[in-house]
């Protein structure tokens, strides 16, 4: 499986030119540095599963409560999808059909409020998600958003004011997720907060999954009334979402009192029939062996590290002299800060990529540039961890990542250059889904 002769034998016959491109994806993939921090690789076993016959199967529905007949089978995959993913969590309740993490938010939603009610979250600029209440997103032209965020100054979150807006605004619902913050989230202390104003409390994890599972990162479970998730970012399952709840509604008098449907079931309920149709047996398929694949000790090593590789490759940018927001990372990410620079986030981003360094620019907190220019940079470790890198080599790409911001002026110069080592650099490694062993080693 490892050799690229084998890779998609029909579609090199039937369809060369998607073939090709394929290829030429892949190639790209394993001779650059995919630091953006919602990718990763996934496994040969996640991507068998989610290409089988599974994906002919209609069964609108529930295990054992379809719409369709003949789905004795499906029914056995989805209940272990669920079973594994409740047991990798510590949930009471999961469901995993969801299309993917927004069609999951979407849901989250659904089930506990009603249009125009007043959600807190973070606005995107600060490092929430769209569908945390965001204005462009559904959920800022359905909802309410009380915004929060990191304080300007110091990037990070402040409860003391978190709290105040919260009294102020009384949002029905708070989310705690982000896609650009690299540190802890404190579920504790917000779920202290969402009981003072009877508020349900939704904890979004699609970035920190894996080091949830690692247990280097708190767990939202205990606190929180649902969990969302994407699980084809650090999980490397398929693209696809979930979602974890209590049973019980704890608001349920107070909110829901005309409703015979528990919290549970009105999460199934708003995932189907309220927002979709068939699940999507190939994907929740590939889920339940991701699920499978993530509660190992292999895979709690795998987290630990991705966690160890950002602090270290922050620790060795801030002693390049390159800012990062919030003073380093506790998670899978870092944002570079070019506040002060002359070049933007945006500048960097493509003298990275060009370097073969693949990021995203990114809004730092207290940025004073336009969402299209930004002036931040954010890299996560999750890919490179999975090819098997560690603090050494990110000490290798820190040199990289600083040789490039020294040579803004002068990036014809230096970045064929990186993009060679770094080309050669990425051929000593395995990568999952793509080669079980480094070309340099067979
Ligand atoms: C990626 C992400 C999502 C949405 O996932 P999609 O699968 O892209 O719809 C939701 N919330 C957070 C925090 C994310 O990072």
């Excluded at 969590?89 to 469901?95: D, K, L, M, R, Y």
């Excluded at 559904?138 to 110091?154: A, C, H, K, N, W």
């Excluded at 990036?411 to 062993?437: H, K, M, N, S, Y």
Aim: charged content about 25%; proline content about 6%; hydrophobic content about 40%.
């Amino acid at each position: 499986m490892s050799d690229c002769r084998q890779r998609h034998p029909h579609l090199r016959q039937t369809d060369p030119d998607l073939f090709a491109l394929i290829e030429k994806q892949t190639e790209a993939e394993s001779t650059t540095l995919k630091m953006i921090a919602s990718e990763n690789y996934a496994s040969f076993s996640v991507l068998e599963a989610s290409g089988s016959i599974l994906t002919n199967k209609y069964c609108e529905g529930y295990p054992a409560a379809r719409y369709y007949e003949g789905n004795e089978v499906v029914d056995q995959i989805e209940q272990l999808a669920i079973d594994r993913a409740k047991k990798l969590f510590g949930a009471e309740h999961a469901n995993v059909q969801p299309y993917s993490g927004s069609p999951a938010n979407q849901a989250v939603y659904r089930a506990v409020l009603r249009p125009g009610d007043k959600v807190m979250g973070m606005p995107v600029p600060e490092g929430g998600h769209l569908t945390h209440g965001w204005k462009v997103n559904f959920s800022g032209r359905d909802y309410l958003q009380v915004p929060y965020g990191p304080d300007p100054e110091t990037g990070l979150l402040d409860f003391a004011k978190i709290r105040k807006i919260a009294r102020e605004e009384r949002p029905k619902m708070i989310w705690v997720g982000a896609t650009a913050y690299p540190r802890k989230l404190e579920y504790e202390k917000f779920a202290e907060i969402a009981a003072e104003i009877d508020a349900y409390l939704v904890a979004d994890i699609a970035h920190i999954n894996g080091l949830i599972v690692a247990g280097v990162h708190p767990d939202p479970v205990p606190h929180c009334d649902m969990v969302s998730s994407t699980i084809h970012k650090m999980l490397r399952g398929p693209r696809a979402g979930f979602i974890l709840s209590k049973e019980e509604d704890r608001y349920q008098e107070k909110y829901h009192s005309s409703s015979k449907f528990n919290l549970a079931k009105r999460v199934d309920r708003a995932v189907f029939p309220g927002l979709q149709g068939g699940p999507h047996m190939n994907t929740i398929a590939a889920m339940a062996t991701c699920f499978k694949e993530a509660d190992t000790d292999e895979f709690r090593r795998y987290g630990a590290q991705v966690a160890a590789n950002a602090k270290h490759l922050a620790e060795s940018l801030m002693a390049r002299g390159i800012q990062l927001a919030g003073g380093g990372t506790d998670t899978h990410l870092l944002i570079l800060d070019f506040r002060t620079a002359e070049f933007t986030g945006k500048d960097v981003a493509e003298a990275l990529a060009r370097a073969g360094i693949i990021g995203n620019f990114n809004m730092v907190p207290g940025d004073h540039r336009k969402p299209f220019v930004t002036s931040g940079v954010r890299l996560g470790t999750p890919a490179l961890t999975s090819m098997g890198m560690k603090e050494p080599e990110m000490e290798k790409v820190a040199g990289w990542i600083d040789e490039v911001c020294r040579n803004m002026g002068n990036l014809d110069e230096v970045t064929p250059g990186v993009r060679a080592e770094i080309a050669e650099f990425c051929g000593q490694f395995a990568i999952p889904g793509i080669r079980d062993r480094a070309p340099a080693t067979r």
